[in-house]
C-alpha cells in the first residue's frame, strides 16, 4: 500500500441488512410469522432486542421469551428458509446504496460486505447487491464471535490489509456500531429501527444518500 494510501481511508466495511438492503423488516416478520406457526405471537416490545444481532443472540433470545419448544438448531434452519422465501419475491436496496458501492469501485477502495446474517443469506443477497463490489464477504456463521463483538470487523481489515483505524464502517444498528468502535474503526451509523447518538469517531445520517467517497475519506482526515 502506497505511503498516501496509507495515510488516508483504507476500506470502506459495510454492514448489509438495514444498511445496504431494505431487510431489518423482513427479519422481524418473518420471525413473527415464525413463532405463530409455533403458536406464539410475538411482542413487539422483543423487535428492539433482536434487531441487528447474530442469529445465534435472537433466536436464543426469542425461545427464552416465548418458552418455546424447539431447538436453537431447527428455528435457524426455520428462520433462515423463511426469510430466503421472503427475499426471493424482491427486495430493494437502501437509497443511495448502489451509487455508493459503485462509486467505491470506481476508486478502487475496498469495499467489504461484513454481516451477521449467514453465509446462505449473503450470498443470496449478492445477486442484487452484485458481488463484484467486494473485495470480501464475511458472514455470522464464519467468525466464532459475531457482532457485537469487535472480531468482524478486525478480520475484514485484516484480511484486507488495512489499519482498523484507517476503516469506515457503515452500519444501521447498535449492535453493529459496538462491534465495529469495539475493533477502532470509525462509524458512519445510519439508523434503521433505534435510535442511535452520534459520538466520537461516530457521524449519524439520515440515509445512505448523504455518503460519499469525498464524506468518508473526510473523516479519516479529520481524525489525524
Known sequence: MSGAAAAGLQAVLLDMDG?????????????????????YAL????????????????????IQATGAD?????LTVLLNSKFIERVERGVSLMPGARRLLTELAAHDVPAALVSASH???????????????????????EVERTKPHPDPYLLAA?????????????ED??????????AGCHVVAVPSVTRIEPAHRRTVVPSLEEVDLSFLRSLIASAH
Open 19 to 39: 444498511t445496504l438492503v431494505d431487510t431489518e423488516g423482513f427479519w422481524w416478520e418473518t420471525e413473527v410469522e415464525v413463532f405463530a406457526e409455533l403458536g
Open 43 to 62: 411482542a413487539d416490545e422483543h423487535r428492539e432486542v433482536v434487531v441487528g444481532g447474530p442469529m445465534s443472540r435472537s433466536a436464543t433470545y426469542l
Open 70 to 74: 424447539i431447538s436453537l438448531g431447527d
Open 119 to 141: 453465509r446462505r443469506v449473503i450470498d443470496r443477497m449478492l445477486v442484487s447487491l452484485g458481488p463484484e463490489h467486494f473485495a470480501l464477504t464475511l458472514a455470522g456463521d
Open 158 to 170: 485484516s484480511r484486507l490489509g488495512a489499519h482498523p483505524g484507517r476503516c469506515v464502517v457503515v
Open 173 to 182: 444498528t447498535v449492535t453493529g456500531v459496538t462491534s465495529a468502535e469495539a
